[in-house]
């Protein structure tokens, strides 16, 4: 069964410096890989998502990703963080041909606390 | 732009009380979403719609029932409110085959006392 495991339930930062948020992932086929940004009292936001080709994919916001299949991770990074990069951040999976339900398992979350 | 919408924002609800709660998209997605949220915590699907007149249950067991009448229309009912039904509840819905994005309302914070 797939799952999603985010490493750190919490990031603290100082603004300007540069982040990274780490998720690793566990499937036995190939998956769609996806990024959310949910900010206080909202629904998530789509950052960025790795379907296919370029293992390196760029998002909204400044924010990148890189698709590492021998390791299995989809680690988030920005090289700059602001004030309003504060928020919690989802990394999620979907399974090629998981059928007709476009299921997404999602990691635990990770809350990047950006500090001035 | 992703155009669904759940209302209410907030509710406080006495136990015992009926709820039920709104989620309507406008981007004619065939798939529905709900998902549960406790703060600070990670999303657990409670149940799922593929199109009009289906509905599964999620991977997390909850008291709380769905219907899908209408493409763009997923509402959740519970038919007795109980603390432990406090939460939050986010709705999703998403398209086709193959990708499966899915684009979230800004969720309802229910609260049962």
């Known amino acids: 069964a797939q799952s999603v495991t985010q490493l750190d339930s919490q990031v603290p930062v100082f603004e300007e410096a540069p982040v990274e948020l780490r998720c690793n992932y566990s499937?036995?086929?190939?998956?769609?890989l996806f990024w959310y940004v949910q900010y206080p009292n909202q629904g998530l936001q789509l950052l960025l998502k790795?379907?296919?080709?370029?293992?390196l994919v760029k998002g909204i916001n400044g924010f990148e990703a890189e698709f590492n299949k021998s390791q299995t991770s989809f680690h988030l990074r920005k090289p700059t963080v602001h004030i309003s990069d504060t928020a919690e951040y989802f990394c999620?999976?979907?399974?090629?041909?998981?059928?007709?339900?476009?299921?997404?398992?999602f990691g635990q979350g990770t809350t990047l606390q950006v500090k001035p | 732009e992703a155009d669904i919408y759940q209302t209410p924002r907030y509710l406080v609800i006495g136990t015992g009380k009926k709820i039920t709660l709104e989620c309507s998209q406008t981007?004619?997605?065939?798939?529905m979403y709900w998902y549960q949220q406790d703060p600070g915590m990670e999303l657990h699907l409670i149940h799922y719609?593929?199109?009009?007149?289906s509905t599964e249950k999620g991977d997390l067991s909850s008291e709380s029932t769905v219907s899908r009448i209408r493409t763009e229309h997923f509402p959740l009912t519970l038919e007795s409110a109980r603390p432990s039904h406090t939460s939050q509840y986010l709705c999703?819905?998403?398209w086709g085959t193959g990708i499966y994005e899915q684009y979230f309302g800004p969720g309802t914070r229910l609260t049962v006392t």
């Open positions: 999620a999976v979907s399974e090629h041909g998981s059928g007709n339900t476009g299921k997404l398992i």
């Open positions: 719609s593929y199109g009009v007149n």
């Open positions: 499937s036995s086929v190939s998956v769609y």
């Open positions: 981007m004619g997605h065939d798939k």
């Open positions: 999703a819905s998403s």
């Open positions: 790795y379907l296919s080709g370029s293992t």
